[in-house]
């Protein structure tokens, strides 16, 4: 399974890339935000973007809104990852059709859980 993870801070993309790892997935790309992260869709596909939310020029929730619209990505599972859970953002990501929803920080077992609910099949193959 191939993932897509999309922060503007370089180390919160090491942390993921880690905690991946830990999982048993390495194959791994990085953006700095949302408009790198679609170039990036257009030339690689993903079966998983993991993206922060608050992010310059193209925030998470504008990548959502474009993924969402482009038929060839709009099927991909966007996990959407934010610095506190603020019900609004939650209602927002849910009806902008993200797959999940994560409060920095988190654990690996706490992002184990989410991926098991979003891929559970690919996830059972890693």
Not at 57 to 67: A, C, D, V
């Amino acid at each position: 399974m191939r993932f897509l993870i999309v922060d503007d801070f370089m180390t919160m993309r090491r942390v993921l890339r880690s905690l991946l790892h830990q999982i048993g997935f390495d194959d791994v790309d990085e953006a700095a935000d949302g408009a790198a992260a679609l170039e990036s869709l257009c030339v690689e596909m993903v079966d998983v973007v993991i993206t922060d939310i608050e992010m310059p020029t193209m925030n998470g929730f504008e990548l959502l809104e474009s993924i969402k619209k482009d038929a060839r990505l709009k099927h991909l599972p966007v996990l959407m990852v934010a610095a506190e859970a603020r019900r609004d953002e939650i209602v927002r990501a849910v009806h902008s059709g993200a797959a999940g929803y994560l409060v920095k920080p988190f654990s690996r077992e706490t992002l184990e859980e989410r991926l098991r609910q979003i891929v559970p099949d690919s996830f059972a193959a890693a």
